[in-house]
């Protein structure tokens, strides 16, 4: 609702083509092992095709597959390209980044040193990594080493400080002991990738050697996989790799990415491999952890692997280094990974032999999800439900359960019986869009069955309507792995009396009065910056001037020293924002669009001109207190919510989503502003406090605020950014 939000576009982007030929032109298979049945041909055939359309789509510009089924590689080919630029195809054999797919080898690491007797998973961290801290004292006491494989330790992720690239594995585990935790030990899942790290530091520790030369010594190369690598050093010397590449939705482009040498953080994803490498792999773990009479794990060691440790919901939960989800009644056990230029998907149902393994060179594409239900259904027809057939001489209508309707029939606020889970469909642009609090929208994609995906979750994840006899929606059927919710219609909300214009009105006079606010023409803002769930803090200036011109200098420190630099400007028209740590993002679309209007200077002024729709929803409470729930629909960008105190009029909490170019998901924050003061007979908020689910809370506090100073013109250009004093990166500085 400000006219300026300090980083917000750099806290999404730590949360981590050209069109392409014709299939016949661009999927380079590469020849079908003597292995390969051809009883298989036509599944295969299908899930090529329908994978390779897709990566089409998607704008990915290379891939690799490989399944294996009952032990045999039944199919390893190449699709796309390598590398984008000089048309170079990738093959089975070409080395992909496999990232957090990584953190399954990390966990058999430490269960055959459990085999060995060097440790014992219900051992204390501290027993062998002395500096291990969690900062809660009870937590601190009770964490052992399986809290560290199966993300239960209490954490939020911890990744600015490691994403930043200038710190050792050593002092990423000392950051992450001064972080808050956002919940109790084994209270709720949540993703923790230092506690990888601190994993795979201890399993070197027993070993007396590296994390890296454990992983070759104890898988790889007993597997024969000798084609993977653990270091971007190593696998850039290899003779077949690809390069890593984001794709612009907004632009129809992609760009190569450097790569990211993650030294400190290797064990939760650093792994490069090949999918005939992979494919090995695979089918180690679809035979129960064994290859070629080969037991790299003892049987209990496996089950301890394989099984449930951590519930997420329903009937998905976290092993220890897997995720395990049922499809269909079968337990499939699986790891995604996502890195610079890179993701991937390691799936595998031990009950049937079968796996695959599907590496691109794209980040943060949901191709490899969507993989598992094309893969699975191709090669598994009997195991999916089949629909019963219509009685003849019935009446249709009467007899379709869900039958298909627009989905703008859809629209409106749903919630269980009791009331445990409110959620609401709602018009976002072209888009009619599922709402759940606290997750990004999720567009409905009608499906031929009459149900609606919701993208970008796999198939497992739908929606139908049930209508009574005139074809009015009376509930909905959601259905994701955890089983089925059915939702009704909820009462509509009695709205508020006062209106827009009122509103506007009111909180004009609560932030100073138009007089005072068009008498502001720039503003420089000094903070300090906790980010309480990191363990990092930092420091920013941020600069404004009118009409809409904005820009952040943001500095990054922990342990007592800098880590990162960032800054990001707006000029009025285009703009951009680069770190130490990230290449440069250039916005466009709706992410330059939303920058384009929190630079408005003028805009609390400026309802009427800048946005389509005002709509005051409620009165809800925000801290205990009563607020005015307003939904802001811009012209152009995307729409959010600001809750006005009905007492003061001030504005007290916003709720929006942000975006980016390279991903179609939009991420949920929040903001509260708090601690006003009048500066220039202006009120504004001393703290912003931010929310979101990749950062969790961010707490920024003025020291100091200028208005109406001069602004050198240079500072809404784009700018490099650098450490005063560069660290080294290389492989071997860490271990």
Do not use: C
């Not at 811009?634 to 929006?656: H, I, M, W």
Request: proline share 5%; aromatic share 8%.
């Amino acid at each position: 609702m400000f006219k300026n939000k300090p980083f917000l576009s750099l806290v999404v982007v730590l949360s981590l083509v050209f069109a392409a030929l014709p299939l016949s032109a661009a999927a380079q298979t590469a020849p079908a092992p003597q292995s390969a049945s051809t009883n298989y041909d036509a599944a295969l055939a299908k899930i090529e095709k329908t994978i390779n359309e897709r990566r089409e789509e998607l704008g990915i510009p290379g891939a690799a597959l490989a399944i294996v089924k009952d032990g045999k590689v039944i199919y390893a080919n190449g699709l796309g390209y390598k590398d984008l630029e000089k048309k170079i195809p990738a093959t089975a054999d070409t080395q992909f980044a496999i990232g957090s797919a990584t953190k399954a080898f990390t966990a058999l690491s430490v269960l055959i040193a459990q085999d060995q007797g060097k440790l014992s998973l219900d051992d204390s961290p501290k027993k062998y990594l002395p500096y291990f801290k969690i900062n809660d004292p009870e937590t601190d006491k009770k964490i052992v080493i399986r809290d560290l494989l199966d993300h239960s330790s209490g954490l939020t992720r911890t990744d600015l400080a490691m994403i930043t690239g200038e710190l050792t594995r050593k002092e990423l585990i000392e950051i992450t002991g001064l972080a808050k935790p956002t919940a109790k030990l084994h209270e709720k899942f949540q993703y923790q990738n230092i506690m990888f790290a601190a994993a795979g530091e201890i399993s070197a520790t027993v070993e007396k050697s590296t994390w890296n030369k454990v992983i070759s010594s104890e898988i790889l190369q007993p597997l024969g996989m000798n084609n993977s690598t653990t270091t971007i050093a190593a696998m850039t010397k290899a003779r077949d790799y690809s390069f890593g590449y984001e794709y612009n939705f907004d632009t129809k482009a992609a760009r190569r990415l450097p790569f990211r040498e993650i030294t400190a953080s290797a064990p939760a994803g650093a792994i490069n491999s090949s999918v005939n490498d992979m494919a090995k792999w695979v089918e180690f773990v679809a035979s129960g952890g064994e290859l070629n009479g080969k037991r790299l794990v003892s049987e209990k060691g496996y089950e301890e692997w394989t099984k449930p440790q951590m519930p997420i919901g329903g009937k998905v939960a976290y092993g220890l280094g897997w995720f395990i989800e049922d499809w269909h009644g079968l337990k499939v056990l699986q790891h995604g990974g996502n890195i610079d230029g890179f993701n991937a998907m390691v799936a595998v149902m031990p009950e049937k032999k079968l796996g695959f393994v599907l590496l691109t060179n794209v980040s943060g594409s949901p191709l490899t999800d969507e993989a598992k239900n094309i893969i699975w259904s191709a090669l598994l027809p009997d195991a999916v439900p089949q629909k019963p057939a219509e009685t003849p001489g019935k009446d249709a209508a009467a007899a379709q359960t869900f039958p298909k309707v627009s989905a703008d029939l859809l629209i409106g606020t749903w919630a269980t019986a009791k009331g445990t889970l409110k959620t609401d469909i709602r018009k976002d642009g072209d888009k009619v869009t599922l709402n759940v609090p606290g997750q990004q929208p999720y567009p409905l994609v009608a499906k031929p069955d009459g149900s609606f995906s919701l993208s970008p979750l796999p198939d497992s994840f739908s929606i139908s309507a049930k209508v009574d006899a005139s074809g009015k929606v009376t509930a909905l059927s959601l259905v994701q792995p955890q089983g089925t919710v059915e939702l009704v219609p909820t009462a509509p909300t009695e709205k508020p009396a006062i209106t827009v214009e009122e509103l506007h009105k009111k909180v004009i006079a609560a932030l100073g009065g138009e007089e005072n606010l068009r008498a502001l023409k720039s503003r420089v803002v000094d903070a300090d910056v906790d980010f309480v769930n990191q363990g990092v803090t930092g420091t920013a200036r941020s600069y404004t001037e009118a009409p809409n011109m904005s820009a952040t200098a943001t500095t990054f420190s922990a342990l007592g020293k800098t880590i990162g630099k960032a800054y990001e400007y707006f000029d009025g028209t285009n703009g951009d924002e680069t770190s130490t740590f990230a290449p440069t993002d250039v916005w466009a679309g709706l992410k330059l669009d939303n920058a384009r209007l929190a630079a408005d200077f003028y805009r609390m002024l400026k309802w009427d001109e800048n946005f389509s729709a005002i709509d005051i929803q409620s009165v809800v409470k925000v801290n205990g207190k009563d607020t005015y729930a307003v939904k802001f629909t811009p012209k152009k960008g995307t729409e959010y919510t600001v809750y006005f105190s009905t007492e003061t009029f001030l504005p007290v909490k916003q709720d929006a989503m942000s975006v980016s170019s390279t991903s179609k998901q939009r991420l949920p924050y929040s903001e509260e502003y708090s601690d006003y003061r009048k500066v220039d007979g202006l009120m504004i908020p001393f703290v912003v406090t931010t929310n979101s689910l990749s950062m969790g809370k961010i707490v920024i506090t003025i020291k100091d605020i200028k208005q109406n100073v001069p602004i050198d013109p240079k500072v809404f250009t784009h700018h490099d950014v650098a450490l005063d004093k560069a660290r080294s990166r290389k492989a071997g500085n860490a271990h």
